[in-house]
């Protein structure tokens, strides 16, 4: 491989500090919660989707508002309620009387960045309808397919499955999702933060009086892509990634391992760790740093083993202990 010229290598430090400055500005809107915010980071430049997921109030409709705000992207948002319709997403065909003919209406999807909020609280059926958005980056109305806009990146908030009213998510939807990010209660001292944030006038519903300024729009969002595109990765590093995945089939306490394409999203997301980082080839560390948010949803539990305490984050820890790393 060719060394990078100076040019090149001044382009990426440039799409690397917009990237940075995007975690400043959503800082200023959300206390804490690093790694959802790095999280999105990486999806972004990974060109995938994510789930987060965390108890009522844990500012995680607030975390994606923040993101949008410091993006220059079109941003529309989905409130996923029981009765909501899958057509209500994608949008439907409308007739026009005064022409005799139906028109194409385009849902909320036909955007840069949605955010699907609270994903899990409407029917299966409205759940599938963002299948084909996520992974085709299309949508087929009457047999007619649509392309969405470039950058597309679905962000959706869920409460933990346990709640009252809600509808898991099936295992070919999760698998769409690049990152299942969850947004833990705030510790003491950035619950503190929080109320005297509150105390001196600060309103989650008017970000731009918050001070969060789009930093970063497609340009060097796609500057970012095409350097974390030439980060290298060694034989060895996918070897690692493969190991862990096929450990995960071969767990006692799984009914359903890691596929191929959890593989393929470990590996890209690593890649995009490691040049958020600084560096331009991938090391085991970055792996392990992308293992728990990138493999969490893709798992399946046997019910004893559950019954019995055991996390999907637990099983995944236990089998990154165990699988050798390479030098």
Request: net charge negative.
């Amino acid at each position: 491989m060719s060394a990078p010229t100076p040019e090149t290598a001044e382009n990426s430090d440039s799409a690397r500090s917009s990237l940075e400055a995007l975690r400043t500005e959503i800082a200023k809107a959300v206390v804490g919660q690093d790694p959802a915010v790095t999280g999105l980071v990486v999806a972004l430049l990974c060109r995938g989707h994510v789930l987060l997921e965390g108890v009522p109030g844990v500012a995680k409709t607030l975390l994606v508002r923040a993101l949008a705000a410091s993006l220059q992207l079109d941003t529309k948002r989905v409130q996923f309620t029981p009765d909501l319709m899958p057509s209500d997403v994608t949008g439907s065909l409308v007739y026009d009387a005064r022409t005799a003919q139906f028109s194409f209406q385009p849902g909320p999807v036909f955007t840069n960045l949605l955010l699907a909020d609270e994903i899990n609280r409407t029917p299966p059926k409205t759940q599938s309808s963002l299948l084909e958005a996520m992974e085709e980056r299309q949508v087929t109305v009457d047999g007619t397919p649509r392309p969405l806009p470039e950058p597309f990146l679905v962000a959706a908030t869920q409460n933990p499955v346990e709640y009252e009213g809600t509808y898991p998510l099936p295992e070919a939807q999760l698998d769409r999702f690049l990152l299942k990010l969850t947004v833990p209660l705030p510790s003491r001292e950035d619950e503190i933060n929080v109320l005297t944030r509150h105390a001196e006038g600060f309103n989650p519903r008017d970000l731009q009086a918050a001070g969060v300024r789009p930093v970063a729009g497609p340009a060097e969002l796609e500057a970012a892509r095409a350097a974390v595109a030439k980060t290298t990765i060694s034989s060895e590093i996918a070897g690692y990634v493969v190991d862990i995945c096929r450990a995960t089939r071969e767990s006692p306490s799984l009914t359903l391992g890691v596929s191929p394409r959890g593989a393929t999203a470990l590996l890209s997301t690593a890649r995009a760790w490691a040049w958020l980082t600084g560096r331009d080839y991938v090391i085991p560390d970055d792996v392990k740093a992308l293992a728990l948010p990138t493999l969490r949803h893709r798992i399946q539990l046997r019910p004893e083993a559950e019954m019995e305490g055991v996390t999907p984050d637990s099983v995944i820890t236990a089998i990154l202990t165990h699988v050798p790393v390479p030098r």
